[in-house]
């Protein structure tokens, strides 16, 4: 063989060579580091439009987030969102009735709202179904269901994303409910991202807080509380709402006003959903209706 053939022959091994480096194994995909792939769903679920709740333990800051991870045996939910309605079958457990709370439209002097939810279809509210937790519309009403009862707040967004506005919406407790189990708005999240925001709650036992979870880490802006304002106990209703306006952040209870507190974490347009949390039951369901919001706010 001819020198000049030979050093063609061994460029075209070594070209083989080469291709065969790059190549996937066969039958799959190259394996990934698996907090990289959270991140991509995470990504994915987000460039979607797609919705997943997200687990967050307020008093320690941990959460699903940053590479967090919630107590053995519970992981956050992992099915994204649809608009699909859902069905109409009678639920298994229904709160006692409660008159309707008031609101705090009058007090603002707030006219007609920019848009209502009565939740008697899908729609605006993300739905999901997933191992740990669910959201779904039925019997007019929005349900969030915590199956597996743990020391974390859940929430779950709607496609709303409002800069400077008042929202309102309806928050019932179950006939089961005790204690600290809880629900309530988030608000603030930035578009497009699903693991921080802050949180407004109340609880079974007639007291609210206000805290925000950064992705990372908690803080408290205003502790549990209790307020002559909040009807406690099961079964009971409360009209919560938020007036976000620049840094300033004014929580309502029922038509009154409960306090404002100043913050920079979310300043501009943010998301809002809603929450919820269960200590001591699995299977707790928090009913939500009648939302709606502002943007001309005094």
Not at 42 to 71: K, M, N, W, Y
Not at 191 to 200: K, R
Request: aromatic share 10%; hydrophobic share 35%.
């Amino acid at each position: 063989m001819y020198p000049k053939q030979k050093m063609y022959v061994l460029l075209a091994m070594l070209l083989i060579l080469a291709l065969a480096c790059n190549l996937s194994p066969q039958g799959g995909e190259t394996p990934q580091d698996p907090g990289a792939v959270d991140t991509m769903v995470a990504q994915t679920v987000a460039a979607s439009g797609g919705q997943q709740a997200t687990l967050i333990d307020p008093e320690t800051g941990q959460g699903d987030s940053g590479g967090q991870q919630p107590p053995p045996g519970d992981s956050a939910p992992t099915e994204t969102a649809t608009f699909t309605p859902e069905p109409t079958a009678t639920a298994t457990m229904t709160p006692t009735d409660s008159p309707p709370p008031p609101s705090a439209i009058d007090a603002l002097n707030l006219g007609s709202p920019d848009a209502t939810y009565n939740f008697n279809n899908a729609g605006t509210f993300f739905t999901y179904n997933s191992a740990d937790s669910k959201v779904e519309i039925k019997d007019g009403t929005l349900q969030f269901t915590m199956k597996n009862a743990v020391s974390w707040t859940i929430w779950s967004f709607s496609a709303i994303e409002l800069e400077d506005y008042y929202f309102e919406i309806n928050v019932k407790m179950p006939d089961d409910c005790v204690g600290a189990d809880r629900g309530g708005i988030i608000f603030g999240t930035p578009p497009g991202e699903t693991d921080n925001g802050a949180n407004y709650q109340i609880s079974c036992d007639g007291r609210y807080r206000l805290f925000i979870y950064d992705g990372a880490a908690t803080d408290t802006l205003v502790p549990w509380t209790s307020s002559s304002e909040i009807m406690g106990g099961p079964g009971k209703t409360n009209r919560l709402g938020v007036l976000h306006k620049d840094n300033k952040i004014t929580l309502y209870m029922n038509g009154v006003k409960l306090t404002t507190v100043t913050d920079n974490t979310y300043v501009g347009e943010g998301r809002i959903g809603i929450n919820m949390g269960a200590d001591e039951h699995d299977n707790l369901t928090i009913y939500f209706d009648d939302a709606a919001y502002w943007t001309s706010i005094p």
